[in-house]
Each structure stands twice: as C-alpha cells, then as structure tokens.
C-alpha cells in the first residue's frame, strides 16, 4: 500500500480513532508482518516515506479485531488484483535489464543516473565466464589496478590460476597494486566491470576453441598412420606452408626418431608395459625401421637384446594391434610433455 492521504472509514475503530488513512492501513499492515518476523524491506523506501512511517505508526494507539481483519481482506484484495509490479527507480529498473542490454546502453544511462544507477553484477558475471587465457587476453593492455580489482572480483581459486599465467614482473606489481583498490567506490567498480564487459563484447565470436593447425593436427594424432601420411603429403603439395605448420602440431609414432631426445627416451618406456613395446616394435613397417631402432638404441643393451628376443617369438601382431600399440607409446609422450618431463624437437624442416 502506498501513503496516500485519502480518509476512508473503516468499521470498528474506537469513537475517537475516525477513519484510517491509507498510510495508517498501510502502517498496520507492515506492523503485522514485522510483528511476523517479515522483512517487508523498508530499508528500499525514500527516506521521506520512512519518515513518515515512523510517525504514522507512532501515532496509532490500537487496533480492534475486526478492524485488522478488514485492514488485510482490502491489502489481500490489492495485493491479488496486481498482475506484475514495475520499479518506479529507473536505477532499479536498469540493474534489472543490465544483463539484456547493449553494455554503451548500460552505460550512458548509469552516467545519466550517478551514483543511484550502480550496476548489478551483470558486466562481472559475463566476465567471470572466461577462461584463464582469455582473461589474461583481456588484461594484458589494462592497468595494474585494474587487473587488481577484475582478480578481486573472481573467486580466489580463479584468481590464482590467472596470476600464475602472467609475467613474474607483471604478477608482482599488480599484486602491489591491491593496496590502492582498498578505497575504490562501489561506482569505480561497476564501471571498471562496464568497461570490461564491453571489450569482451566486441570480440568477434569464434566458431571453434583452436585454430584450423591444432584441428587439423588432433585429427592427424588420432588417424592411422596410412591416412595421416596421406593427407600431410596432400597438404605439402597444395598447401606448404599450412602444411609445414600442421606437421609441427602432429606427433606420431614415425616421429619418435626426429623429436625424442635418447635420453629421455628410457623414460617414456618405464611408463609402459613391456607387452605394448613389443608389439609396437613387431608391427611397425619397414620404412619405420629407424624408429625402431632408434628406440632399442636409447636403452641398454640387455634390455634391447630382451625386447629382440621377444618380438622374434611372437607372431606378427595385426595392424589394429599395432596401432593401439603405437598410439598408447605416443600418449605416453604427449603426457609427459604436458607434465615437463621431457620436450619434443621441432620438427626438421
């Protein structure tokens, strides 16, 4: 109910209290629901009707049964005739579309409001969806202050990961630089969200995660080796240079000889069961002779003479068997690139 001053009798009341006022309704109501343990969220009202709460309250003495009762059948009644309620605070309205609108949109109407339009959390949330390198993309021409309250926003774990792919020099300064967000405005920070928000918005959406020499060459670690030799000597032909780059994202079996280093390859086969070694080395073609022999070369002699010994036993395994094989060697690898422990060569030429 709102504080309107129009006088309408209400049954019930003593002889002296005369008609309620819709304001003094409207106290009763909210006297109720703070009596209920309620929060009717007064707190959101202009100070003046605050105010004037207060002194309407104050101003009642008591209330007789069936006036109560009357007083809540007309607030149910208004409350049930409401079909939706819109924010007369055009701040209220624009924290409620903020996520909707154009970020220039959002903008210019909070530089309209001041201080009484603060955004909600809708820039920060867009934001806070990215990944750690596309943040470090997006800060990478900010401020140190900035950085420090975009990592202040995030939550801390986000925040680590985001430190760690910086620049020792950079991690440091923007890490000193927490001590000058300590008095910075709510305003500043909805801004500064503004701002970012909008230079991820003019992004240009991508199709896919990684660029067509990644795509191309995750599909090449995963074919056989027949296909893979097929399209790589397609791509030389038609494509040098496309090719050139797609061979250096390709690792496979056949390039084992060329990116491994000897002494790191002992370690790749400690990783492996002794029986997939075997039926790699037994499978793998003539013109893989190399690999082969690179690989039996990188270990000890009695270990070499071992594995000899047991591909001569075994039947030939199938090309299937082969290539599982082959490609559980390679991941082998891959993973221990990923962890550090060891670096493949760039591809010769």
């Not at 409350?79 to 701040?91: K, M, Q």
């Not at 943040?135 to 309250?149: H, Q, R, W």
């Not at 990644?214 to 056989?224: F, P, S």
């Not at 002494?263 to 002794?274: A, E, F, N, Q, S």
Request: aromatic fraction near 4%; proline fraction near 7%.
């Amino acid at each position: 109910m709102t504080y309107q001053p129009t006088n309408v009798p209400v049954p019930g009341l003593p002889p002296s209290g005369g008609p309620l006022t819709r304001r003094q309704k409207a106290a009763v109501v909210i006297h109720l629901l703070v009596s209920g343990g309620a929060d009717p969220g007064l707190r959101d009202l202009p100070p003046d009707q605050q105010r004037q709460l207060v002194d309407d309250m104050a101003r009642l003495r008591f209330i007789d049964r069936g006036t109560l009762a009357d007083i809540i059948a007309e607030f149910s009644a208004e409350l049930d005739s409401i079909g939706l309620h819109f924010p007369r605070d055009r701040a209220k309205v624009l924290a409620l579309l903020e996520s909707q609108l154009s970020l220039d949109v959002v903008d210019a109407m909070t530089n309209e409001l001041g201080n009484a339009a603060l955004p909600g959390s809708g820039p920060w949330t867009k934001i806070s969806e990215l990944d750690a390198a596309g943040l470090k993309t997006m800060i990478d021409g900010e401020s140190d202050e900035v950085c420090a309250v975009l990592l202040s926003k995030l939550p801390a774990t986000r925040a680590a990961e985001l430190m760690q792919l910086l620049p020792p020099e950079r991690a440091d300064r923007i890490a000193a630089a927490f001590a000058k967000t300590e008095d910075v405005t709510p305003t500043a920070v909805a801004q500064i969200g503004i701002a970012l928000g909008r230079e991820r918005a003019s992004r240009k959406p991508v199709a896919f995660a990684t660029d067509g020499v990644q795509r191309v060459g995750n599909i090449l670690n995963a074919a056989t080796s027949g296909v893979r030799r097929a399209i790589l000597d397609s791509l030389e032909a038609t494509h040098p240079d496309f090719a050139a780059r797609v061979r250096f994202a390709v690792f496979s079996f056949e390039n084992i000889a060329d990116r491994i280093s000897p002494r790191d390859m002992p370690k790749v086969l400690r990783g492996l069961d002794g029986s997939v070694i075997v039926t790699a080395l037994a499978g793998a073609a003539d013109d893989m002779a190399e690999v082969v022999d690179f690989i039996l070369g990188s270990i000890s002699k009695r270990m070499a003479d071992q594995f000899r010994e047991e591909i001569g036993e075994r039947d030939p395994p199938t090309p299937e068997e082969t290539e599982l094989a082959m490609s559980e060697i390679v991941a082998m690898i891959r993973k221990m690139e990923d962890d550090g422990e060891l670096t493949l060569n760039a591809p010769e030429g």
